[in-house]
């Protein structure tokens, strides 16, 4: 019996505009494990935290995220797309997040492409207690890292059908975590998964009945943008297969 650990996706984003401190808190709040979040690069190379690589969609500006330095992008209003009270929530930096979340709960940091995953590197080592894991799309990615930083917690994520050949790589960089789509998720990927000692933490699922279902066949946890529903769903131990 255990109980799924819960990563708050992009914060707790169901109730707080995504990727900002106002999701972060709230996702401590409803009681997540972790917090997921998005880091891309200011044009002048300082990490930031937004799932876009453009900033039209979550905030009043427009155009890409790369272009702007980063006394430009904390201009922006990050929260009124979302809901009026959150007007004037900024988009954070790595930093700020490390500093007010590290030590506080698990982090996984999805890196969107290599300048940003160096760039994350160098910053992670001013915090070396803290609890983080590093996630991306991009392998050739993060083989780089892996040769960066032998050491560092990596996870794959995987949105494929050939989920074989994402947990070849995963096996490849010796991974902490194996991340599918939960469309994707079988029985098999998640019984090769425990055969080789990996968990599995499948995203995106707000759907009581496909969480319980998913944890009773093994998984480890999900990232989730309703994390109080889910823990609240599944607060007490599911017996998972065997």
Known sequence: ??????????????????????????AIASGADGIELDIHL???????????????RTTDGCGAVGSETLQQLQRLDAGSWF????????????????????GRLRL??????????????ELLSRYPSADIVISSFD????????????G??????????????????ARDLSACAFHPAADHVSRPMIAACRHRGMPVF?????????????ARAGVAGFFTNDPMTL????????????
């Open 139 to 150: 392998y050739a990615l993060l083989y780089r890292l892996r040769a960066a930083d032998p």
């Open 231 to 242: 823990k609240a769903a599944l607060r007490f131990p599911v017996h998972v297969a065997q």
């Open 42 to 56: 200011s044009r002048d190379g300082v990490p930031v935290v937004i799932h876009d690589d453009t900033l039209d």
């Open 83 to 102: 809901a009026a009270e959150f007007a004037g929530e900024t988009i954070p930096t790595l930093d700020v997040v490390m500093e007010s979340f590290a």
């Open 108 to 121: 996984n940091l999805e890196i969107k492409e290599l300048g940003a995953g160096m760039a994350v590197l």
């Open 202 to 214: 499948v995203w995106t699922v707000d759907e009581v009945d496909t969480a319980r279902s998913l």
């Open 152 to 169: 560092l917690p990596i996870a794959v994520l995987c949105d494929s059908s050939s989920w074989r050949c994402a947990l070849q790589v």
């Open 1 to 26: 019996m255990t109980h799924p650990f819960l990563w708050a996706h992009r914060g707790a984003s169901c109730c707080a505009p995504e990727n900002t401190l106002a999701a972060f808190f709230e």
